[in-house]
């Protein structure tokens, strides 16, 4: 059963609901509520005109006694402990009250105080793997759901089981997993609103599609946002163009990841009017096409490589190789032959997957992330590691054949497969202008693989800058100089996954509030950032790639399936409610030549 609690009122959720009292705590999860800070008789103000009496409170009430601040509110706790059962828990597309099907089995353990998941057969749908709770509607823009499971190890000896939450259709919070207790958390995008339901997605099946142990889950709340009466209000930028790509002559893209990984229909005015290209969030990743190496699975990818050439817009492929552990496909995995053998198979994976699509749908997918995150921070190659145990810090790719090696071998295949297509490397923390991309100390950076390729006429167009980044970090200096530092050696310079979060956690910020300020700083960063890329003396005109935004909306930005974050960091072109905010205007402004101060 769940627990409900709140300072000063009572709201009553569902009729199964037990009360823990007005102004008590409903668990011992529950954060202290605040004390207020001590109140002190102000200075006597001998004039009248502060509304107060002459003993000068400045209250107006007329008495002696000054006005103590209204007591914050206590968040609201929705809190499942399964002692009593699992009532009101069903499978997602069983409907509710069914707890079992032919896919998989949720139950109670009374001596554990658990909800078990028995899994039975992984070749299914994902979201028939999928127990949901059925709660009265309720409005849970913002709030924090967290699940604590108890995941057998054979799970993490298996290494690919990912989970994520849900709420209505919306998913976040996606998190591999470990052996023993794992503590999954997510934040809810403010677009969910009122809905009856939220759950637990097992989104990622073990590559062993034999596995049928249960996992137990212990504990789940959900901690609804406060509301603040006094938050301010952005009002949506007032656009004086119609098209943001039209202001360009290099793509605008943008990434979708919806259901099947279409955008959702509320999102696809936003992507049809200001974006000319698109990359697939996720389904176009190794292990959705190509997991096992006589099989291919390209449904869900090609509605959405369908979707963008009935809408004139080209798509930019993500990715065809991949080390992280739940992308790994098994081909990889379990490959047991020789260096050479794997470089054939990884050259063959690339060619195969390239060339199906430029075949099928010829001028769509105009270039792709060849190969994805091949590099450490210190310039060093991943480390080689035999499996997937220490969930994707490794490349299974690196220990099969050195780091250069299948690199170079995926790049021949897609070149061989897509003759005519832009071929990228791409990676994060490229723009810190710092070891990663420079080497140093005998690693090489990937300028250092660059130059190599050059020497060795490996098919590399140019290099995919992810940059993740926050409104105060890195410095545009740094930004300009890793653009020209590849623009130098004549190859591409492509934005492939910019959002601009309004704080850095990782930095020791906290979250902040979506304010004018806020807004206006982040018009300001979008701009510096388009007018770097928009300088020919940084990237000439005709070595940009395309400009691309990692998300529609603030509503369904990745990072706040992130931990560290504990709120949206508003890090993109459009709000939670797909209104355009002042940051688009940044982009617009530098496209256009005008100043980035206006």
């Known amino acids: ?325 739940y992308q790994v496909p098994a081909w990889a995995r379990e490959f047991d032959g020789t260096e050479e053998q794997f470089l054939d198979q990884v050259r063959e994976h690339a060619r195969s997957v390239a060339s199906y699509y430029d075949t099928k749908y010829p001028g769509t997918i105009v270039s792709w992330d060849v190969v994805n995150e091949a590099f450490k921070d210190d310039g060093n190659y991943r480390d080689a590691v035999a499996d997937c145990d220490d969930n994707g810090e490794g490349s299974v790719f690196g220990y099969h054949a050195r780091g250069p090696e299948f690199i170079k071998a995926s790049f021949e295949g897609a070149h061989a497969g897509a003759p005519n297509a832009e071929l990228y490397y791409n990676d994060f923390s490229l723009v810190p202008n710092h070891e990663k991309l420079n080497g140093g100390n005998g690693a090489p950076g990937v300028l250092g693989m660059l130059d190599g390729f050059d020497e060795r006429g490996v098919p590399i167009d140019g290099v995919g800058f992810q940059m993740h980044i926050y409104i105060d970090w890195p410095s545009i200096n740094d930004i300009r100089q890793s653009f020209k530092k590849v623009a130098d050696r004549n190859l591409k310079v492509k934005v492939t996954e910019l959002d601009v979060a309004a704080y850095n956690p990782y930095g020791g910020q906290s979250f902040v509030p979506y304010t004018q300020e806020l807004a206006d700083q982040q018009k300001q960063r979008y701009c510096e950032i388009m007018e770097a890329y928009m300088d020919d003396t940084i990237v000439p005109p005709h070595l940009r790639g395309g400009f691309t935004v990692w998300g529609v909306s603030d509503a369904d930005t990745w990072l706040t399936g992130i931990p560290n974050f504990n709120g949206n960091p508003w890090p993109l072109l459009f709000d939670v409610n797909l209104e355009p905010k002042p940051a688009i205007m940044g982009v617009a402004n530098a496209l256009r030549g005008r100043s980035c101060s206006e």
């Open 1 to 325: 059963m769940y627990n409900l609690s709140i300072k000063f009122a009572c709201l009553i959720l569902a009729a199964t609901l037990t009360l823990a009292g007005c102004g008590s705590s409903s668990s011992s999860d529950d954060p202290p509520t605040p004390t207020p800070p001590p109140v002190t008789n102000p200075p006597v103000d001998d004039d009248d005109d502060n509304g107060g009496d002459d003993n000068g409170n400045g209250n107006g009430n007329g008495d002696d006694e000054p006005e103590v601040p209204d007591e914050p509110a206590e968040p609201v706790i929705i809190s499942f402990d399964f002692a009593d059962g699992i009532e009101g828990w069903y499978l997602n597309g069983e409907g509710p009250g069914i707890t079992s099907s032919e896919n998989i089995e949720i139950s109670h353990d009374a001596s554990a105080s658990a909800m078990v998941i028995t899994p039975f057969n992984w070749d299914t749908d994902n979201w028939k793997l999928e127990p949901r709770a059925q709660i009265e509607p309720t409005d849970l823009s913002g709030a924090t759901i967290t699940f604590v499971l108890d995941v057998p190890q054979v799970y993490a000896d298996d290494g690919d089981l990912a989970v994520q939450i849900s709420a209505d259709n919306s998913y976040f919070g996606w998190s591999g997993v470990v052996a023993g207790e794992n503590t999954i958390t997510g934040t809810v995008p403010d677009s969910v609103g009122t809905t009856g339901n939220f759950g637990l997605q097992l989104s990622q099946a073990p590559s062993d599609k034999n596995i049928a142990e249960p996992i137990l889950v212990k504990l789940v709340t959900v901690e609804l946002a406060v509301q603040d009466d006094n938050a301010e209000v952005v009002p949506p930028a007032e656009l004086d163009f119609d098209n943001l790509h039209a202001l360009a002559d290099f793509p605008i893209g943008v990434s979708v990841d919806g259901p099947a990984g279409m955008p959702s229909q509320e999102e696809r005015s936003v992507v049809e009017q200001h974006f000319n290209q698109i990359t697939a969030g996720n389904i176009m990743k190794m292990s959705y096409l190509h997991n096992e190496w006589e099989k291919y699975t390209h449904d869900n990818a090609e509605a959405l490589v369908e979707y963008a050439a009935d809408n004139n817009m080209t798509m930019h492929g993500h990715a065809l190789v991949w080390h992280s552990c």
